[in-house]
């Protein structure tokens, strides 16, 4: 199994994510999450089949009722 690198195109300000399959604009919070991806995969052992990013959670109670989770 191949070791997943985080990917940052400096040029156009971009991340890759592996889970989404596309672009996404560099903010320090994505940059965070690209990279606990990438300890998912390679420290412990998880497939990106295994995992979604930004999840709606369609049932939540919690504030206006449109809460999400960043990986699940």
């Known amino acids: 199994m191949s070791k ?7 040029k ?3 991340i890759i ?4 399959n596309k672009r996404l604009t560099y903010t ?11 300890v998912l995969v ?3 052992g998880y497939s990106l089949n295994q995992m ?4 709606s959670l369609t049932n939540s109670s919690r504030g206006t009722g449109r809460a999400r989770a960043d990986i699940v």
């Open 4 to 10: 997943l690198e985080y990917e940052f195109d400096e």
């Open 12 to 14: 156009s300000n971009q």
């Open 17 to 20: 994510s592996p889970l989404n």
């Open 28 to 38: 320090p919070e994505e940059e965070i999450r690209q990279k606990f991806i990438c």
């Open 42 to 44: 390679n420290e412990y």
């Open 52 to 55: 979604a990013q930004e999840l």
